[in-house]
């Protein structure tokens, strides 16, 4: 395993200067000055009076051991009744034992993170995502939604503009909403997010927006986006990078799908996956930005939610080391540092594992949700006619068009997802001849669609959630579809395939089906 | 055990409207449109394809059993080779199992915290506190440092004052520095905080600080203070209460050492500590704030850190509804929740030991820090001549003088702590001869007591915290001891006893009293 290279690294360039996009919160953060006496505990025979820190010998618990499963066990049938050999015992010793006991992880810790975990993860990132700049750094956090909340407290500063997928997940806006922050959606395909509208936004900014801050920061889901699915590929990634350096923008990499990158669908393919081998696996992911990112303008969010359980509440940056010092900073003050329980059993299950480990176990993971995915496509493929947009008169469709069987009327298309846990129907509403009777509606789009939830919901007793919410805020003004300038006609659901079995993705189809007809055809 | 009143109770008031409180962001917060899904949730044979989440069965974890001890183990030495009936297994059942399983608990959760810690905090702080109100509630958090963050949030707006104690936390204060808020300390005494100071600084707002925004929150750790150890009785509580009802002030009681209150220390006595039945502990307790909370305008911050262990990163609030409702949209942003297994662990052990458990392990644990706050102080008498306050010409000085031994030289005075983890020492600095070396500079008492600070880590190898870090922030035009207009001729020191052992103390006041006699001795 390769060690990262460290600031005196000649072959990599270090990160810019980027200090000009803290925003005035992050600029104002002092360390704490208990932070100085650190530097007295290498004193010889030092006796310290000064942490104000229970005794850990107190802690009420012994040695515990955790069972896990080693990761060679078949995440979709672990062992209901496991033998010796099939557990991986991960022991976490009591108070007063050498190395990281319990005691320790139970302490206070430092908000940079257990140092095992730290460790792991600097090594891990640079085996697989290879940052192309040489000074990155490692902060732990609790898990994606509060990394990015504390990005947004660390550049945005209130009524600034914030760059988004043309579709984002609405909990990442909670956190940039309530500043009076008004996002600018930047158009999606298949690829992701597009660089050649993204080019034309920031380009004609001043014509089209005289008066409004130029963004300085993009939120991004690039892998298995929420909603949409897709999965951005490298000539894209590059394209947006150098926008980004040219526009003097930082890129938000929210990345939790990243080890769930599926292969292409296709109808009727019932072949099996089959396992990779870790090298095998690394060679499937798509590149990074970090791996783009020559200046330090990239923050990657990792978190362990979507590969071991987001039940943990711990994740990672990886970003330049004067946003991980302002991010520390405001970490010492709110989170302080992830639970003690999650990061010592992360540090020993990962250890423990080694990453050849891990990677079999993403592997394996990875196929599950593949087989998820196909499953629910080829449960739409028996109720409907499935048509290659291409062969379709369909303007702007894109991936697999949904015919209503025996009929030329289209009713949805949707891009099989190459990565996370959603499939993003787009409706053709123009042809439902109950749209109409929303026509006089403020948002006809909007009204229909809200309708058609509740019918799914209430009738077809099948929840899917409204692509309305996916929708960037952007300000009062723009609350209804054509004010938004969106797309007409259309509306959309996400579907999410990661929870369902596979006798309730065909029954959800079949009942699915039913309403769809009832509101489609004449 | 009493369930609390709920809101239709009609014996208790209900809480005040206090919207005027909420700063401009957390106004402006949202629910995540995600949650208007849950209502369809009850809807029979419900298929969801709504919620984004991993599939809890490929979590990589069987049964795993915890290894608690139970609540009546002597903390000061638990068995280093338990047998079976030593220790209390806490078993997290595997995914499937019924019940509060870790698959559950390592799913994404509720913000509003795991149901069975929720609904024993609210017994326990039925139990204990009683508030004075009838619809209070419980929001779980990530432990009182994000708890705190929380509130700044919550209330305070850029440029507005803060009511603080004479000297506060540090890393509360990191909180809202960085927002431009300002402190204005209140002179506390024995008792805690000064009811007659509060008083007159409310009183005299607009001629001693004209066009500056009244305060509209008061920061205090009334149990153990955070330095001064001091612990504020019921008939202060009260006055200082009606104080915040009469000026319309919320009171953040930050009380993570409200089970370490300590009988008074007498010089000399060496009878052991006794421990207490869960009836007369709870007796031995000082209200909480709620207790006369009529008007629901105080948060309460409870932590399991000083109890249980700080690595949990697991505290609640107690407040209005208004408030929590607020802060729960804020978690669902941030921390989102606390670590399941942080959770899950704390539910498991708090409902097996039970509250009458639990309150025997505190009564334990409480006796263990008052036998270590007798340590220090029975050392300190070991090597300094300790004269009650009163015996003395030494203006302002409470608690104990400490002489040199064979002198009249008073060096420092001290109230013995009544809670907590720390010793406040209160350094007498005009008859030092050295202190007058140091009259030339800008602040010669902060100068002095760097000097002494450095000559106790380097020459005696003891580490203190300097008093200074204690002072609150009021702003870049009083940083020194005279333009904060606090006492001159004195500095403080503070000596945590939590972590050193009774030898440690000993030869820690050993090596204090070397430098000490060094720099007041002629």
């Known amino acids: 395993m390769t060690v990262p290279p460290t600031n005196g690294n000649a072959v990599l360039p270090q990160a810019i200067d980027l200090s000009h996009h803290l925003n005035s919160l992050s600029r104002a953060r002092q360390p704490s000055p208990l932070k100085f006496l650190f530097k007295y505990a290498a004193i010889p025979n030092l006796l310290s ?3 104000g820190v229970p005794h850990p010998s107190y802690f009420p618990f012994h040695d515990t051991t955790i069972s896990a499963y080693p990761f060679t066990a078949d995440p979709s049938s672990f062992p209901s009744n496991p033998t010796e050999g099939d557990l991986l015992p991960l022991l976490l010793p009591k108070y007063g034992s050498k190395g990281n006991d319990l005691a320790t992880a139970l302490q206070y810790g430092a908000s940079t993170g257990h140092p095992t975990l730290v460790k792991w993860a600097r090594e891990f990132t640079q085996e697989i995502f290879k940052p192309a700049y040489g000074d990155w750094e490692i902060l732990l956090n609790d898990g994606n939604t509060d990394a990015w909340s504390k990005i947004v407290r660390l550049l945005l500063e209130p009524g600034d503009t914030l760059l988004t997928e043309e579709y984002t997940f609405p909990s990442a806006q909670a956190a ?57 590929p490298a000539h894209r990634r590059q394209e947006i990078y150098d926008l980004a350096v040219e526009y003097d923008i930082i890129i938000a990499e929210d990345d939790p799908y990243t080890f769930l990158q599926f292969p292409q669908y296709t109808v009727g393919d019932k072949t099996a996956v089959v396992p990779q081998s870790g090298e095998d696996f690394k060679k499937s992911l798509v590149p990074s930005f970090l791996n783009l990112d ?5 923050i990657r969010l990792d978190t362990f939610s979507k590969t071991i359980g987001p039940g943990f509440r711990v994740g990672y940056f990886v970003a330049n080391p004067l946003f991980t010092e302002r991010l520390l900073r405001s970490t010492e003050v709110d989170s302080q540092a992830p639970s003690g329980w999650s990061q010592a059993i992360l540090a020993s299950l990962l250890t423990t594992w080694k990453n050849s480990g891990y990677l079999h176990w993403l592997s394996n993971l990875r196929d599950q949700y593949t087989l998820r995915r196909n499953h629910l496509i080829d449960s739409l493929a028996s109720s409907f006619d499935l048509r290659p947009a291409g062969s379709t008169a369909i303007p702007n469709a894109e991936g697999l068009v949904a015919f209503l069987e025996g009929s030329e009327i289209p009713v949805f298309s949707f891009v099989p997802p190459t990565g996370g846990m959603f499939l993003w129907l787009k409706f053709y509403l123009t042809e439902s001849p109950n749209f109409k009777s929303f026509s006089a509606e403020e948002d006809p789009e909007q009204a229909f669609m809200t309708h058609l939830f509740e019918e799914l919901a209430t009738k077809a007793t099948i929840l899917l959630v409204p692509g309305a919410y996916y929708s960037p805020w952007q300000g009062k003004d723009k609350t209804t579809t054509a004010a938004r300038g969106e797309e007409l006609g259309v509306g959309y659901f996400r579907v999410a395939y990661s929870m369902a079995t596979n006798e309730e993705m065909e029954e959800g189809v079949r009942r699915f089906e039913i309403v769809i007809r009832k509101e489609w055809e004449l």
Not at 179 to 188: F, N, S, Y
Not at 201 to 230: C, D, H, Q
């Open 49 to 51: 009076f000064a942490g």
């Open 176 to 232: 940039w909403i309530p500043l009076g922050v008004t996002a600018v959606p930047i158009k999606m395909d298949e690829h992701g997010l597009r660089a050649d509208h993204l080019s034309k936004t920031l380009a004609e900014w001043e014509t089209t927006r005289p008066g409004v801050r130029r963004p300085k920061l993009l939120y991004i889901i690039p892998v298995g986006s929420n909603p949409t699915g897709s999965t951005m």
């Open 294 to 298: 020559t200046q330090g303008r990239v």
